[in-house]
């Protein structure tokens, strides 16, 4: 599987340079494109009650693929399935009705999913670009071959020391746990928190345990808890006391375990609506026995595979040797953090070239050229995650068998995505992004200066971190 993660790629590469560069870096051919329905600035093609919103800026990629259209023709009339991927954040829906909401009550500007109109909302773009894809492949039925959610943010994190902040506490998640778990989600709106068992932020960023599935018990919690050292950010570390908050935090867990599987579910049915022939239910995910901004126990999905009115039908995640799912369908995603540090750079990236955006976020008060530099380096670290060579594809369960894919009994491995991003693009799609002019170029270089100082050095920093202070900064500034 070729994944795309930007139509902003096709700009500086055509689909052969694409398909022989795989063909090259992997040893086997690609058979599928994946391919994103919206970018991180703007929707990719027209959607029904989106009108006004602008679209993005890669919409039409070049003078040879002026839309869409032409992207999902391109690919097809080379004999390559489509497979249509979305990233829930839509941080470019204007409002704050839908955003994600942190501890404070201060809204992110990506959606919950947990929103049903942000459920709506996805659905409808989703199910747009799979009308489309239909319609341009109308002579090949069957060349839509899958449906793919981004997972891997929907429950941003941010702290500082001594305080989790995790989210999201908008009206419908409350709702959900009001729900499920009176009272539950109070016990999280004070410091410490059960999150401090797991989680620890410290001055650059937010340390975390991910080794805990559903049927780990509140006495290994606190296990790992002390083994981290993460218990002392509690006053009171009485064995009774910190058991009630693994408890607790177990519970918190499956609530929203349940809640982001439903939502998903919910997203893929809207966009199949009315289809007869479905094309599979993808769910991209990190390599992680629980994931913190996915919300998602990756072992549960495991054990309730397959269910009788299953949600999905395959899952991405990078590899981990400690974890492998035995059960679920499954394509191993050759980054490491999957697609989390993928799309959080993008993120960025239109973060830089949207006047609002930008304003309101910590890039605010930097100039065009630090920016740049910035993203240099966040484009950079990202690299370094890529897991680009033949030679990565050994250590997977069925190695090289098959193309890529498990050759033996006992996995479920269907082969692997191939993410075409390298140096040479970073390099250009970063010198011609239009950065928007930001509060700057109204303060003047010396209080610019000033504010930024106070705001600390934001260059070294790992894509991980550097996204959770964005969020976080976003959400105090919103
Ligand atoms: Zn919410």
């Not at 937010?206 to 808890?225: A, K, N, R, Y």
């Not at 966040?378 to 033949?390: I, T, V």
């Amino acid at each position: 599987m070729l994944e795309i993660p930007s139509l902003a790629i096709l700009r500086y590469r055509t689909p052969e340079e694409l398909i022989s560069n795989f063909t090259q870096l992997w040893g086997v051919e690609p058979t599928a494109v994946s391919l994103p329905a919206t970018e991180f600035d703007g929707p990719l093609f027209g959607v029904d009650g989106l009108r006004g919103i602008k679209f993005s800026t890669y919409a039409s990629v070049s003078n040879v693929l002026n839309g869409f259209e032409d992207v999902v023709q391109e690919f097809a009339s080379r004999g390559m399935g489509i497979v249509l991927t979305i990233c829930p954040n839509l941080s470019f829906i204007p409002g704050e009705g839908l955003s994600v909401r942190d501890i404070l009550g201060d809204a992110s500007p990506q959606l919950c999913v947990a929103n049903p109109r942000s459920v709506e909302v996805i659905a409808a773009i989703l199910g747009t670009g799979v009308d489309i894809v239909r319609e341009v492949c109308a002579q090949q039925p069957g060349k839509l071959q899958g449906i793919a959610i981004d997972a891997t943010d929907l429950w941003p994190m941010g702290g500082s020391l001594g305080r989790v902040e995790a989210t999201c506490f908008c009206a419908f998640c409350t709702q959900h746990f009001d729900r499920v778990a009176p009272d539950l989600l109070l016990r999280f709106k004070t410091f410490p928190n059960p999150w401090s068992l797991l989680l620890k932020p410290s001055n650059t960023g937010i340390g975390f345990v991910d080794e805990v599935g559903p049927l780990t018990s509140p006495e290994e919690i606190v296990g790992l808890s002390r083994q981290r050292g993460y218990v002392e950010q509690f006053q009171n570390a009485a064995e009774s006391y910190l058991l009630e908050n693994a408890n607790l935090l177990l519970r918190y867990m499956r609530a929203r375990h349940e809640q982001t599987v439903g939502a998903i579910a919910a997203i893929f049915d809207q966009a199949c609506h009315e289809l007869d022939d479905l094309p599979r239910r993808i769910l991209i995910i990190e390599g992680e026995r629980y994931g913190w901004t996915t919300g998602i126990w990756a072992e549960e999905l495991d054990l309730a595979y397959p269910a009788g009115d299953r949600t999905f039908d395959e899952v991405w995640l990078n590899a981990n040797p400690n974890f492998i799912l035995t059960r679920v369908p499954y394509r191993v995603y050759m980054w490491r953090r999957s697609r989390y540090v993928i799309s959080s750079f993008f993120d960025l990236a239109a973060s830089a070239t949207d006047p609002t955006r930008r304003a309101i976020s910590q890039i605010a008060l930097r100039p065009p050229g630090q920016i740049r530099k910035i993203l240099y380096q966040r484009f950079y670290q990202m690299l370094a995650y890529g897991l680009n060579s033949e030679g990565a594809l050994l250590s997977l369960p069925g190695g090289l068998r098959r193309g890529g894919a498990s050759g033996e009994g006992d996995s479920t491995r269907l082969g692997f995505v191939g993410v075409s991003l390298d140096r040479e693009f970073g390099e250009r799609f970063i010198n011609q992004l239009n950065i928007a002019p930001g509060q700057v170029d109204i303060l003047g270089d010396q209080e610019a200066e000033a504010h930024q100082s106070q705001a600390g050095a934001l260059s070294n920093i790992d894509p991980h971190i550097m996204q959770l202070l964005l969020h976080q900064f976003q959400a105090r500034e919103g």
